[in-house]
């Protein structure tokens, strides 16, 4: 049985009659020990998807969900008190901007034992050895020192290993990391994915890499889930997903990179932006910046469909030549 | 954290220079003097009047007039009342406890009912126990303090008979002053009762004084929670799991607090020029109600005095909410 199992997770924002839907019927699961790299544009809902899993979505935002279990929980019909002794112990998780995500008047020290306390009560002294623990294991450099700091005093990458270590401070068994590396400058990134990825392995813990970073996720991750406006547009394991996409829009996404642009002038880009609230497609809703689209993919949305071992949202998969199938030529505009 | 202290008390010194010129000038553009307003009704004979203006040192020039003045304040000497013949000081001194405990109690008021006012709101942005609150906050910002004062005795003390219509001590007790403060000295008095009577004697003037802080600390706490929960830590912290009541408790409102700190020193300022209505109206024997005698009097080194003194408490409050930002917020503690 998956770790985290959810399935049509849909969250809505606005009114009843005329809802956005941030995220709209994804599915995925993830293992025990497992790490699941989420990936897609800003504005594709992975952010707001992972807080869902975390119920962190406040009114009027509304979470809706065949299933959503965690080690065979339901996330759903559970107490608020109850799933809140779930956030933060078994599932924790990092956010984007560490700078901002530390209470500026709080002692890091307060802040790291808070979550011990609320969780697994012991002595403050106990507390605080742990707290100290945590630290190192984080790589600060003098924690001692560090214990009694407030925010404004430590630099980006010390705040965010700060982030992780408050994350982690109580096992948690899933740690979902949302774009950890993002406001931090990149020497620091590499160190911040390193420790991520040291502290999975040690633990065993499960890790959902979310990130717009796909170079990163080659590295990291087992699997890999391509998110776009809100769907899941392709998922598998992350090899083969490199080696051979099966959706336009991840094959469009490994052009970007900036490796596979070698001996082009210009870096390679998908035209136009990810659709929002007002500008969504009848059809499928990469229809107006894939280009493959046809008819067909303007006027109907296409379901997500098992393909070559890959769940798939296309209506003409790419083969391994990297072109669509199925497709006649007749068909193609 | 001693060198933050001597820069604000450095701060306060052409503070108050700029306020004894102020007030020196302003009461000199009074029409008539005090010469004129003793002589009442009836027209005092000019050599008469040019007698008595040598003798209060009115004929001098007014730089000359100011300077004698400064020199006196600078020596703790505010000079003596034209009218009573005592010294400033000391009548201020015997005033002043009955408009601190006024304050006081006002500023408790607007603070005790104030900030959970504007935190529910924050919490219930959008609802109607939003709307209710902020209307209400917004009415009482809008009532002048006269005729809301008029109006709770008008209900309270009239119709209802709950609470004195004036005064601060019922006129069957006497209580010798021993702190100023009522509440103090009938407590430790043997009075019996004494202590009630004194009590309800403050509630109205306390509600009249307090509503308009309380409405703006409402305000102000709603608006600076509203902008703390949407603060990443917030987030955070309800990330690790914390229970709704120590998120909003614990993370939003210690961060909230320090712009709404700010307000409640700005309004000690406003409740001393509340205090001057309310006292009037419940002839609450403090300074405020002083002052207006002593503006209708022309008596100058009164007006003069007193409000130098209350614009030194304004000011010396100013540096204690100062410190407090020192207390609340680590990131101004730290700064050299």
Same mark, same amino acid.
């Given at each position: ?333 | ?201 403050? %509630?109205?003037?306390?509600? #009249?004084? *307090?509503?308009? /802080? +309380?409405? $703006? =600390? ?7 929670? @509203? ?6 830590? %917030?987030?955070?912290?309800? #990330?690790? *799991?914390?229970? /709704? +009541?120590? $998120? =909003? ?7 909230? @607090? ?79």
């Amino acid at each position: 049985m998956a770790l985290l199992e959810v399935k049509n997770l849909t969250v809505e924002f606005g009114s009843e009659d005329r809802p956005f839907r941030a995220v709209d019927n994804v599915s995925y699961s993830v293992d025990r020990g497992e790490v699941l790299g989420i990936v897609g544009e800003s504005g594709s809902g992975k952010s707001v998807s992972s807080l869902a899993v975390m119920g962190l979505i406040d009114f009027p935002g509304r979470v809706t969900a065949d299933s959503l279990t965690f080690d065979g929980q339901d996330l759903l019909t559970m107490s608020p008190g109850k799933r809140r002794a779930i956030t933060g112990k078994d599932i924790g998780m990092i956010f984007q901007d560490p700078m901002s995500a530390l209470n500026p008047c709080f002692t890091v020290e307060a802040q790291i034992m808070e979550a011990l306390k609320v969780h697994e009560g012991g002595s403050k002294k106990e507390r605080r050895e742990r707290t100290l623990d945590l630290l190192n294991q984080v790589g600060i450099p003098d924690p001692k020192s560090r214990m009694t700091a407030y925010p404004h005093q430590l630099s980006g990458g010390m705040s965010q290993r700060i982030v992780i270590a408050m994350a982690i401070a109580c096992n948690p068994r899933l740690l979902i990391a949302d774009e950890p590396t993002t406001a931090l400058d990149v020497t620091i990134q590499a160190q911040i994915i390193d420790l991520l990825l040291k502290l999975q392995d040690d633990s065993d813990m499960a890790l959902i890499l979310i990130t717009h970073d796909l170079a990163l996720v080659s590295e990291a991750a087992d699997r890999i889930q391509v998110m776009y406006a809100g769907q899941l547009f392709e998922s598998g394991p992350a090899d083969s997903i490199f080696a051979a996409p099966r959706h336009p829009y991840t094959q469009a996404l490994l052009e970007a990179l900036p490796e596979r642009s070698e001996g082009h002038d210009r870096l390679r880009t998908i035209p136009g932006v990810v659709p929002g609230q007002y500008d969504r497609p009848a059809g499928c809703l990469l229809a107006p910046r894939c280009r493959y689209a046809n008819d067909r993919c303007v006027a109907e949305r296409p379901d997500v469909g098992a393909y070559n071992g890959r769940d798939v949202r296309c209506f003409y998969p790419l083969d391994d030549r990297g072109q669509p199938t199925g497709q006649t030529t007749g068909e193609t505009v | 954290m001693l060198g933050f202290l001597l820069r604000r008390l450095g701060d306060v010194i052409p503070t108050f220079f700029g306020v004894t010129i102020l007030v020196f000038l302003m009461i000199h553009l009074i029409p008539s003097d005090p010469i004129q307003m003793r002589a009442g009704e009836r027209s005092i004979d000019p050599e008469r009047y040019a007698e008595l203006q040598k003798e209060y040192g009115f004929d001098r020039p007014l730089v000359v007039q100011y300077f004698d003045y400064l020199g006196g304040v600078l020596q703790g000497d505010l000079g003596e009342s034209f009218v009573t013949k005592r010294p400033v000081i000391e009548e201020f001194a015997t005033l002043f406890p009955a408009t601190i405990e006024l304050s006081i109690a006002g500023i408790l008021f607007a603070v005790i009912i104030g900030l959970p006012l504007g935190v529910i709101a924050a919490i219930n942005r959008g609802k109607w126990l939003d709307h209710l609150t902020m209307s209400l906050s917004l009415t009482g910002y809008s009532m002048p303090i006269f005729w809301w004062a008029l109006l709770l005795i008008m209900f309270f003390s009239t119709t209802l008979g709950w609470t004195p219509v004036s005064g601060r001590l019922s006129i069957m007790y006497y209580i010798e002053p021993t702190t100023g403060f009522m509440l103090i000295d009938t407590l430790i008095s043997d009075e019996k009762g004494a202590f009630i009577s004194a009590l309800r004697h403050l %509630i109205l003037p306390t509600i #009249a004084l *307090g509503t308009i /802080p +309380m409405a $703006v =600390i409402a305000r102000m706490t709603r608006s600076s929670m @509203l902008e703390v929960l949407g603060e990443e830590y %917030i987030r955070v912290a309800r #990330a690790k *799991g914390l229970a /709704p +009541m120590r $998120v =909003i408790m614990v993370h939003a409102l210690r961060n909230a @607090l320090i712009p709404v700190i700010t307000v409640i020193g700005l309004q000690v300022g406003v409740l001393f020029a509340g205090a001057i209505l309310t006292e009037t109206i419940f002839s609450w024997p403090g300074i405020g109600k002083w002052i207006v005698e002593a503006l209708n009097r022309r008596d100058y080194p009164t007006i003069q005095g007193g409000i130098l003194m209350i614009a030194f408490v304004v000011m010396g409050v100013n540096l204690l909410v100062d410190l407090m930002y020192g207390v609340i917020n680590p990131r101004i503690r730290h700064k050299r």
